[in-house]
């Protein structure tokens, strides 16, 4: 017998299109008692997408309702003064200090994708990322061209400099690597996709396809030259 996943309901992204068309407190506390059955789903998918991922990697988060996000925007230092957002979304973490990475999912009409990598690495994790893929990029560059990496991700993404990272040279074979501050894997899916009876296990599928990225930069940051703890 196949088992059955929690999935996420169209009726989830409707909510979504009524919020943002409706993004103010009197609306939403008019609609709480549908915002609190949405979330509900959210919280069971995510748990469901939880126990899945505990099977190959070792995930810190404890629950699928620990994993989300508040939707309620902090608006003092922004702009845009909408009181919420617009999108269901949450993060895993990996257990362990030896375990770098984290996962990310972003569920929004016309806007859903599933993330993960180093989105602000500190200046010590950034300089010893370059230094190893200056010493031998090869080992990341066939992690960036493999099949399953290409397949599910295109390609990597992030922020990158305009110019040479201080300390290197701008004729190093690996230039391009060098320049990026920001190292992100992401996949993006329609909104009949992540509304399918499968979207649980593609999303699985994509996380899992993260590890080889996880385990290189894991082994960058957390070892010394001679492979030894740091």
């Known amino acids: 017998m196949t088992k059955k996943h929690p999935n996420i309901p169209v009726s989830s992204l409707d909510f979504l299109k009524l919020l943002k068309a409706n993004n103010n407190r009197d609306w939403f506390n008019a609609h709480k008692d549908v915002f609190l059955t949405e979330q509900t789903h959210i919280e069971q998918f995510a748990d469901g997408l939880l126990n899945e991922m505990n099977v190959h990697d070792l995930i810190e988060t404890p629950s699928g309702k620990k994993s989300l996000h508040r939707i309620y925007r902090d608006t003092r230092f922004s702009k845009e003064k909408i009181p919420y957002k617009n999108n269901w979304s949450g993060r895993f973490s990996r257990a362990t200090k030896q375990l770098r990475g984290g996962y990310y999912f972003h569920i929004e009409p016309g806007n859903s994708f599933l993330a993960g990598g180093f989105f602000a690495p500190n200046a010590d994790d950034l300089k010893r990322i370059r230094e190893d893929i200056s010493f031998d990029p090869a080992p990341l560059q066939a992690i960036l061209k493999s ?75 957390t070892t010394d030259g001679d492979g030894l703890d740091v």
């Open 147 to 221: 099949k399953s990496f290409v397949d599910t991700f295109g390609a990597l993404e992030g922020e990158k400099l305009k110019t040479t990272p201080k300390g290197f040279d701008a004729d190093d074979a690996a230039i391009d690597l060098l320049r990026y501050k920001q190292f992100l894997l992401i996949r993006h899916f329609s909104d009949s996709e992540v509304t399918s009876a499968d979207f649980l296990q593609k999303a699985n599928q994509t996380f899992k396809n993260m590890r080889p990225f996880f385990d290189y930069m894991s082994l960058v940051l």
